[in-house]
């Protein structure tokens, strides 16, 4: 199933029974939907809501409990419904339109500000449904400057955000200065894109990926906020949340930061059940962090206290928790001690910059086989669950391969076919970041690809809590089957040569173990331009148990255009026409050509004439 964090819960409402049933479809691939109908659909459907008032104002009551909308309804009707409930495009919600035949599906409302040309795009995808996105970013194909930071949970700021998207939908230069924050996001974005990176602050119309406030001296330009400050404070018990709140306000002001910037808070331990921390904490919604004393103790800090010291057990406590909270980050403002006139009670507050923003939710794993290379190939579950990923992580030509399924704004990390190590431990600590991550192998994740890789790094590590999907393709021996008519309609295996991680000698016995036993064979990576022996090695050990007239196919880059198919025998075979783009496949006593066709009798006319005799 597709994770659509983002859009729960999604609203959805039907007023006909084939409308009910097209997004009965959508719940069927498990996508979580709040379902409401008239009460006269009520009996056709146990889970669904229903309503009794006007459609109308049954919307009014319940347009803003949902980040998303899907609607079984004409695109007429829909505008009709939301036009009088729209406010502005920041806040308004994602909506798309689903035909009633299941064919088509509209991203109506909020195409990239509020994800609906994604949503529309995953959502098509599992039911098999047609996307219709009418939006700039999409038709063009750039990553949109007003949703460069979603997935990441930059905050957006302050400037004139619909000028600069304009800007940028004309194709005119953007002057883009980063001074916190993930650049993963340019990953994301054309090679032909026309964003100026600059080093020094621009005076005026350029976008800010910044902690700072913008100076009051800008007359143009917006910002983006990474959220990478984290508050570290202490108080005397018994201090105000507003006291708190006055403290946190006015340091930021004095360092010229920006509030948005603001990850979360930390403090000592004895300090989590301190009323005005937790009130200011829930009131923005940041996460807190809380450390024993034996945890702060060893933390270097500028401004130590022996009094603190003695009352807590550790010389610090603002600054020693903002630097445990934000990973060992710097410490950009030390401890400020905030007292108001009148009010009781004392705020300490420091403030530390961490190299990695907070991302406020859970990331995922899926394990993904893309199949041969070709993207019709692709499984329905596969091509979801890719167009719904954050970011893409795999070798680098099998994502070129998927470019053109990429969604504007979707991120990748290639590396190169050596790096499967590295590539795995990456995907899993981008998800632990909080990304929804999507790890490609060609072929079939599960054979030869990275599934188990992945895994094993998840089990060494004890990592449990991480949401894991494992989406099956199809394998390099099916397609190479398929091109070649019923290679494989008997008992077969599998072999790699590639002795990199399994020694040569075990593969050797497996061959001689598949040849004698008369599996039809197919040869993963089979030849590379440092092996060139083992599948020499490999013919001769067939030649000793099969006859010479064997069937033996050679299949490079199936249902890719660069695609090759040689039809041979295992005597005529020849090791030095084959790549790592092919699978070798070799047939068994039975297996017989027929024109092009490979075919393994099953043993079906043999069953036949052996009951039926006479004919």
């Given at each position: 199933m597709p994770r659509l964090d983002n859009f729960q819960p999604i609203g959805a409402i039907a007023t006909t029974a084939q409308g009910l049933a097209q997004?009965?479809?959508?719940?069927?691939?498990?996508?979580?939907?709040?379902?409401?109908?008239?009460?006269?659909?009520?009996?056709?459907?146990?889970?669904?809501?229903?309503?009794?008032?006007?459609?109308?104002?049954?919307?009014?009551n319940h347009w803003c409990h949902y980040p998303a909308w899907i609607f079984a309804l004409a695109c007429g009707a829909v505008v009709r419904l939301i036009a009088p409930l729209l406010t502005h495009k920041r806040q308004d919600p994602a909506v798309c339109v689903l035909s009633e035949d299941g064919q088509w599906m509209v991203s109506l409302l909020g195409s990239h500000g509020a994800g609906g040309d994604r949503l529309c795009q995953v959502?098509?995808?599992?039911?098999?449904?047609t996307p219709i996105l009418t939006g700039a970013s999409h038709?063009?194909?750039?990553?949109?400057?007003?949703?460069?930071?979603t997935v990441l949970g930059w905050q957006r700021g302050a400037g004139d955000w619909n000028a600069i998207a304009r800007q940028q939908a004309q194709g005119k230069p953007l002057q883009v200065y980063q001074t916190c924050g993930s650049s993963l996001w340019r990953t994301a974005l054309k090679s032909d894109h026309s964003l100026e990176f600059v080093s020094t602050p621009p005076l005026e119309n350029a976008v800010w990926i910044t902690e700072k406030a913008l100076p009051p001296s800008l007359t143009s330009g917006v910002a983006w906020h990474p959220r990478v400050l984290w508050l570290g404070i202490g108080c005397e018990r018994g201090t105000s949340a507003a006291l708190i709140?006055?403290?946190?306000?006015?340091?930021?002001a004095q360092a010229g930061l920006s509030p948005l910037a603001i990850a979360g808070l930390a403090s000592i331990d004895r300090k989590a059940d301190e009323v005005g921390l937790c009130q200011v904490a829930e009131a923005h919604d940041w996460?807190?962090?809380?450390?024993?004393?034996?945890?702060l103790a060893p933390v270097t800090v500028p401004t130590p206290s022996?009094?603190?010291?003695?009352?807590?057990?550790?010389?610090?406590?603002?600054?020693?928790a903002a630097v445990l909270a934000s990973e060992g980050g710097r410490l950009i403002v030390p401890k400020q001690i905030y007292r108001q006139g009148g009010e009781p009670g004392a705020v300490t507050i420091a403030i530390a910059q961490s190299e990695q923003e907070f991302i406020p939710r859970q990331g995922s794993l899926n394990l993904i086989g893309t199949g041969p290379g070709a993207l019709d190939q692709l499984t329905v579950a596969a091509r979801s669950a890719l167009l719904a990923a954050d970011i893409l992580v795999g070798y680098a030509l099998y994502l070129e391969l998927l470019a053109p399924l990429r969604r504007p704004g979707q991120m990748v990390a290639a590396y190169t076919i050596t790096q499967e190590r590295q590539r795995a431990q990456a995907a899993i600590d981008l998800a632990q970041w909080g990304l929804n991550v999507a790890v490609v192998s060609s072929g079939d994740c599960g054979i030869y690809g990275m599934a188990g890789l992945v895994l094993e790094l998840l089990a060494e590590a004890g990592i449990s809590d991480l949401p894991v999907e494992v989406l099956?393709?199809?394998?390099?021996?099916?397609?190479?089957?398929a091109r070649l008519g019923a290679p494989l309609m008997h008992d077969f295996c599998t072999i790699s040569l590639s002795d990199r991680l399994t020694p040569w000698p075990v593969i050797k016995k497996r061959l001689q173990a598949a040849a004698e036993a008369d599996f039809v064979t197919a040869l993963y990576n089979p030849r590379s331009r440092d092996r060139q022996q083992q599948l020499v090695?490999?013919?001769?050990?067939?030649?000793?148990?099969?006859?010479?007239?064997?069937?033996?196919?050679?299949?490079?880059?199936?249902?890719?255009?660069?695609?090759?198919?040689?039809?041979?025998?295992?005597g005529a075979f020849a090791p030095e026409t084959v790549d790592m783009f092919s699978l070798v496949l070799i047939g068994n006593a039975s297996t017989r050509r027929f024109h092009d066709w490979l075919i393994t009798p099953r043993g079906y006319l043999a069953t036949l004439q052996q009951a039926c005799p006479t004919q």
């Open positions: 997004l009965q479809r959508l719940v069927d691939t498990g996508i979580p939907l709040s379902i409401w109908v008239p009460s006269h659909l009520a009996s056709t459907h146990p889970r669904v809501q229903t309503y009794d008032r006007p459609l109308a104002a049954h919307l009014e959502l098509s995808a599992t039911i098999g449904a038709a063009q194909g750039y990553f949109a400057v007003d949703t460069w930071g709140q006055q403290a946190i306000d006015h340091t930021l996460p807190s962090r809380w450390f024993s004393a034996q945890e022996a009094i603190v010291a003695a009352e807590m057990g550790t010389p610090s406590v603002a600054e020693a099956p393709g199809v394998s390099a021996v099916n397609a190479a089957a090695d490999a013919k001769a050990i067939f030649l000793e148990y099969r006859s010479p007239q064997t069937p033996v196919a050679i299949v490079r880059a199936a249902y890719r255009p660069e695609e090759h198919i040689t039809l041979t025998t295992l």
